[in-house]
């Protein structure tokens, strides 16, 4: 009994708060990731594809490579949206949901 008085913030955070902020940076790491792949896999592949694929391999001619290097891009960003819409869904979920022992 020394006098001094102890408040509930000379602990620290509570420990829900604490598995709140690990949830927190697992998200802002899984939308960094999608957004860095978002940015780079379209453009790489447009790039790529149009230099390499189609006038380089199949010979096409530049407007006609232009134009399918394009649809690749837009598949690309399509495939991204789906896996970052997938991984976000399943993100909260316990890992042996579903299973029965």
């Known amino acids: 009994m020394d006098g001094s008085v102890r408040t509930a913030s000379d602990d620290g955070p509570p420990s829900y708060y604490k598995g709140n902020e690990n949830s927190l940076v697992s998200a802002l790491k899984t939308l960094l990731f999608f957004t860095i792949m978002m940015v780079t896999l379209p453009i790489g592949l447009y790039f790529a594809t149009k230099a390499y ?49």
């Open 53 to 101: 694929v189609f006038e380089g391999s199949m010979k096409m001619s530049s407007s006609d490579s232009y134009f399918y290097a394009a649809i690749v891009a837009v598949l690309a960003v399509h495939v991204v949206l789906a896996l970052f819409v997938y991984v976000a869904w399943n993100e909260g979920t316990p890992k042996g949901k579903g299973k029965h022992d």
